[in-house]
């Protein structure tokens, strides 16, 4: 266990190392606070949300696992993501989706939501000091059965869908301005087929027609800023999904809206890291969600690897840590939930820090003088340099628990509070 002397003496020493080769590691820690992370609230219930005893049906997605505990309520998943955000270091964002609307034993349908369903999550989000982003849900409902929604080719179920679209809005501009910091409103819709499609594009000119219809309508961009979502496939949406990835940027840079890049939405050899510069050179603002793809799977926990590191490293190297917006999106039911969001936020501040603490001047300097010798030896150093602790002093530092003392923490609240739910 570290001592607080044995913290700050392991910094100085790491402080020493990192100005050798150009690194101010007090300059890294002042901007690492200044990023939020959205953490979103569907890690803590497996994706149920609070409108059906059925959960998360359709939509191509599956949470898998049945660890007990898992927040039944309203209160308890907002105890639990008090108990998460409470050991993780800096000031982050809650992402909530429009099925985890509170409206007390009535049931309201999707396009009857309004923002008063929400003010226990405002109000919370208020006493927390933290900013907001919102979800329209086109899954687990019966208009959703028949994989299709926006871009179905009934009328009926396309416009129940839309109005859903353009209430959510209006949600999350409410919340924008409750909250005053603009609310990400993300749009991710599952359409797509099993099997070969005998017409691929007339889903996805009705999905393009909806997603006008729903964006005709002004929402102040001081309070909700649009993001679309794309898929390569998912579960039962093998052979396509409406929404690809063409699809999305080319509507989001037709309508200036936010690409939202999941990390575990492509080809499982393709990588969001690439395509973050790309992206922007077209684009003003985009949408992280930071997930880990393993197989089929598109939603495992968050850790530290190559790639998550390569995404903080491209946000970081092209200084455009104002132009994106970092979520998680990630839901396994196999582990403690909360221990699961800790593990997933932790791993991307940690992988902002590792980028913040890499020498890019040098790097660049190496690569434009044609020395990919220089450039690959640093780089190849860097990764055993004493980021972690520098990490442990950012934790110190923010009042929260270093190495895996945290996990001390959710085991008792486990024990005492989880454990009781059944
Ligand atoms: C699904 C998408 C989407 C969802 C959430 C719950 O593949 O990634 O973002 O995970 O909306
Ligand atoms: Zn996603």
Redesign the pocket.
């Known amino acids: 266990m570290n001592t607080l002397k044995q913290i700050e003496q392991a910094y100085s020493l790491a402080k020493k190392q990192y100005e050798d080769i150009g690194v101010d590691t007090d300059a890294a820690l002042e901007i690492l606070a200044t990023i939020s992370i959205s953490v979103h609230c569907?890690q803590g219930d497996d994706?149920c949300g609070f409108e059906s005893q059925k959960g998360l049906t359709g939509g191509?997605?599956q949470a898998t696992g049945n660890y007990p505990g898992k927040a039944r309520t309203a209160e308890e998943l907002r105890s639990d993501l008090d108990m998460a955000l409470g050991l993780i270091p800096g000031r982050h964002r809650l992402n909530l989706?429009a099925i985890y609307a509170e409206t007390g034993k009535t049931h309201i349908d999707r396009d009857e939501l309004a923002p008063e369903h929400f003010t226990n999550w405002i109000a919370w989000a208020k006493d927390k000091k933290l900013g907001m982003d919102f979800?329209p849900t086109f899954f687990s409902h019966p208009k959703a059965d028949g994989g299709f929604t926006l871009s179905s080719r009934d009328e009926n179920i396309r416009r129940f869908w839309i109005n859903h679209g353009v209430i959510c809005r209006k949600i999350a501009e409410h919340i924008g301005k409750e909250l005053g910091t603009p609310c990400v409103t993300?749009f991710?819709i599952p359409d797509g087929y099993k099997d070969i499609p005998a017409d691929r594009n007339a889903h996805r000119q009705l999905l393009k027609e909806s997603l006008d219809e729903i964006f005709s309508q002004i929402a102040d961009p001081r309070y909700n800023l649009d993001s679309i979502?794309s898929?390569l496939f998912?579960i039962g949406s093998e052979s396509y999904v409406v929404g690809s990835h063409e699809f999305y940027l080319g509507y989001a840079i037709a309508n200036k809206k936010l690409l939202c890049l999941?990390s575990?939405?492509f080809h499982p050899t393709e990588v969001i890291s690439d395509k973050i510069s790309a992206v922007l050179c077209y684009l003003d603002a985009i949408l992280l969600?930071l997930?880990r793809g393993v197989r089929w799977d598109?939603?495992h926990i968050v850790i530290l690897s190559d790639e998550l590191r390569n995404i903080a490293l491209e946000v970081v190297r092209g200084d455009f840590l104002d132009n994106v917006h970092f979520g998680l999106?990630f839901f396994d039911a196999s582990i403690n939930r909360i221990a699961a969001w800790i593990i997933g936020t932790r791993s991307i501040i940690n992988a902002l820090l590792y980028a913040l603490l890499e020498p890019h001047d040098t790097l660049r300097k190496y690569e434009n003088d044609g020395d990919f010798t220089g450039r690959l030896a640093l780089m190849e150093e860097l990764k055993t340099l004493p980021a972690g602790a520098v990490w442990d002093y950012y934790c110190f530092k923010h009042d929260v628990p270093t190495g895996m003392l945290w996990l001390d923490e959710v085991r008792s609240y486990e024990k005492e509070i989880l454990s009781k739910r059944y």
Do not use: C, F, L
Request: aromatic share 10%.
């Open positions: 569907w994706v191509g997605i989706h979800n993300n991710w979502e898929k998912g999941d575990g939405h969600h997930s598109s939603d999106d």
